[in-house]
């Protein structure tokens, strides 16, 4: 590989990107960063009206962003989506897996139909939007999928998220395997790891006095002293999505501020 400068390794002008779950929170953060790298970036979000708004304000920065109406737990929808972009931009660069929710009820109170909501949208829709993304890719012969893992793939945070964590350990074991076998194909899959990040969601979350001593607790635990913020993992997005990371591919980045030390 020829030399290139740093400003050569992150300029992603030319290239599209898609981010599921873009509209908020470390989604919209890696929304920011990739268009800022030059990327056209594609916000796919249930939420119509947010999604829209972030297009807006981006569009007064002079970043080029469109939002497609997406559940990722629909196949229609992924397959759709993906049509989408194509039909825009007549490429798929790099796609970010990052939609997913995250409620907290303890397994002996937990019903399955909560259950499987869990499992439908950080799962099943993280796998169709990988399968969508890594056939597009592969049929152009090139790709970066990342997939927004948590560090609760690798250890539990606290109780009430085991269906939450049951379902990023499953990210983290796809992403190796989906990795495997397009790897030839000239697409890579890496995923991220956050730790507690400070997004509108758990913002949300400190209204309610039991989840607000949790958070309390567990952000005691982070040696940096402090939660993360959506740029923390954006900044991350963008090194895996450029040629900065050309060897990496399999990979689980943990960015925690240091908690799994603890």
């Not at 807006?56 to 939002?67: D, G, N, P, S, V």
């Not at 989408?84 to 937990?110: H, K």
């Not at 990988?130 to 890719?137: L, Q, T, V």
Request: aromatic fraction near 6%; proline fraction near 2%.
């Amino acid at each position: 590989m020829s030399h290139r400068s740093i400003a050569q390794l992150f300029d992603l002008t030319g290239k599209t990107a898609v981010v599921t779950g873009g509209s908020m929170g470390i989604g919209y953060g890696i929304v920011k960063r990739l268009a800022e790298a030059g990327a056209t970036v594609i916000i796919a979000d249930v939420d119509e009206a947010e999604g829209n708004r972030k297009v807006a304000e981006l569009a007064k920065l002079q970043r080029q962003t469109f939002f497609v109406k997406t559940d990722v737990s629909s196949e229609a929808d992924v397959v759709a989506l993906i049509r989408a972009t194509l039909d825009r931009t007549a490429r798929l660069d790099i796609f970010v897996s990052n939609a997913g929710i995250y409620p907290q009820t303890p397994v002996l109170e937990m019903d399955v139909a909560l259950w499987d909501k869990i499992q439908a949208v950080n799962l099943r829709g993280m796998f169709l939007c990988n399968r969508e993304a890594a056939r597009s890719m592969a049929a152009a012969g090139s790709g970066v999928i990342i997939n927004i893992a948590s560090v609760d793939s690798v250890h539990p945070s606290m109780v009430g998220l085991a269906a939450y964590d049951a379902s990023k350990h499953g990210v983290w074991g796809f992403t190796k395997n989906l990795a495997l076998e397009v790897a030839k194909k000239g697409v890579r899959v890496n995923a991220i790891a956050p730790g507690g990040i400070r997004t509108e969601g758990v913002e949300r979350t400190m209204g309610t006095a039991n989840l607000r001593e949790n958070i309390k607790t567990f952000e005691e635990r982070i040696p940096l002293g402090r939660l993360g913020e959506p740029d923390d993992i954006a900044t991350v997005a963008l090194f895996l999505a450029s040629d900065a990371s050309a060897y990496m591919t399999g990979e689980l980045v943990v960015v925690d501020g240091g908690v799994l030390l603890s």
